[in-house]
């Protein structure tokens, strides 16, 4: 079992930046890839980024490319997604998630595990 804690949201201008944490504990997740969806009022929980075992292996929705970028610590067992210009649709609950093994996907079932989220909001 892998346990998510993501932390970091918050209220921030349009055009501002955000970085959030995903804290997991349980497992070690040198052996996960690790997700970043969102999820706004009314809409369906969409795929935001990915990252595989290493930092070399990343993957961005195009809304959020050369916007966003993720990263993992793994010796402290912690995921970031590092926001910059931020727009207001990017307002969402934001949610970290990871699955077992080395390939990323951008489907939420192919998911294991998933944090309780962190709400994002970008005024505009």
């Known amino acids: 079992q892998v346990q998510l804690v993501e932390s970091g949201g918050g209220l921030v201008q349009a055009g501002g930046s955000l970085r959030l944490s995903c804290a997991a504990s349980g497992r070690t997740i040198s052996t996960y890839a690790m997700g970043w969806f969102r999820q706004a009022p009314g809409k369906e929980r969409e795929f935001v980024a990915a990252i595989g075992w290493s930092d070399d292996s990343t993957y961005y929705a195009d809304s959020v490319k050369g916007r966003f970028t993720i990263s993992r610590d793994n010796a402290a067992s912690t995921v970031y997604l590092q926001m910059n210009s931020l727009n207001p649709e990017d307002t969402a609950v934001y949610y970290c998630?990871?699955?077992?093994?080395?390939?990323?996907?951008?489907?939420?079932?192919?998911?294991?595990?998933w944090g309780q989220g962190t709400q994002v909001t970008v005024s505009s």
């Open positions: 998630a990871a699955r077992n093994g080395r390939l990323v996907f951008t489907q939420t079932s192919k998911y294991e595990y």
